[in-house]
Nanobody
Framework: QVHMVESGGDLVQPGGSLRLSCAAS????????MYWVRQAPGKGLEWVSY????????RYADSVKGRFTISRDNAKNTLYLQLNSLKSEDTAVYFC???????????????WGKGTLVTVSS
């Protein structure tokens, strides 16, 4: 079965850094574009970033551009998100998700992890 397990969320101070991981299994990880999506308290889902199968194409939401970095290790079936210069507005549950179709972008995010909580507060 497809499983994705996020980890690395924590309580951090403004300006701090954190690295999130998403361990994937049950599908050919290297064939799929991957996504990070977050949900802040009282807000809807917000797309954060995506990365292509080989990791050479990435894109970020304006709200995190220049501060977050997405990466992947296909040999380890793991997706990462490096969060730097954290702001209180970054407080959210962060989810990783896969694309439904091989080598496709925005076809459909069919499987999601349960999320990991990032809290930015002094």
């Amino acid at each position: 079965q497809v499983h994705m397990v996020e980890s690395g969320g924590d309580l951090v101070q403004p300006g701090g850094s954190l690295r999130l991981s998403c361990a994937a299994s049950g599908f050919t990880f290297s064939d799929h574009w991957m996504y990070w999506v977050r949900q802040a308290p009282g807000k809807g889902l917000e797309w954060v970033s995506y990365i292509s199968t080989g990791g050479d194409a990435t894109r970020y939401a304006d709200s995190v551009k220049g501060r977050f970095t997405i990466s992947r290790d296909n040999a380890k079936n793991t997706l990462y998100l490096q969060l730097n210069s954290l702001k209180s507005e970054d407080t959210a549950v962060y989810f990783c998700a896969k694309d439904l179709k091989k080598d496709s972008i925005w076809w459909g995010l069919d499987y999601w992890g349960k999320g990991t909580l990032v809290t930015v507060s002094s």
